[in-house]
């Protein structure tokens, strides 16, 4: 005669944490894709015609104090022609800047942009609301 032993449930984990896993995979992916491509705080101006443009080969950023960066690193006037020189004119770039930086220097790197031969200028801005 057989006797009837009672199973007990196992609760298996390595399933529990191959799904933890692949979360927490999947939300550092999902948050490295919602940080920005630069570390700089800018309040961008407000346009009511600004439209969505697909991400620039090149973003300029133009920071309260004058200085203009390129990848993160502070350039000047001739190196930013002469980069842009070196990517040549179908390179798209975007000029992004605090609300309250200087006109003329928004100017300034417009004509250092064009001094390049580049015609695909964008300047970022938010939509007014």
Do not use: C, H, N
């Not at 550092?28 to 920005?36: D, E, Q």
């Not at 990848?71 to 930013?80: A, D, H, T």
């Not at 990517?87 to 250092?112: E, F, N, P, W, Y």
Request: zero cysteines; glycine letters at 6%; hydrophobic letters at 50%.
């Amino acid at each position: 005669m057989r006797y009837i032993t009672e199973r007990r449930a196992r609760i298996e984990i390595i399933p529990m944490i191959d799904i933890m896993l692949f979360l927490l995979v999947f939300f550092a992916m999902l948050m490295l894709k919602m940080i920005p491509t630069s570390g700089q705080l800018t309040k961008l101006p407000t346009s009511s015609t600004a439209e969505a443009l697909p991400a620039p080969k090149l973003l300029v950023e133009l920071a309260i104090d004058g200085t203009i960066r390129v990848e993160r690193m502070p350039v000047s006037f001739g190196q930013l022609t002469d980069r842009l020189k070196v990517m040549g004119s179908k390179t798209a770039v975007t000029i992004s800047g605090d609300g309250s930086v200087d006109l003329q220097k928004v100017m300034k790197v417009l004509d250092a942009v064009r001094a390049a031969g580049v015609s695909q200028i964008a300047i970022a801005a938010r939509r007014a609301s």
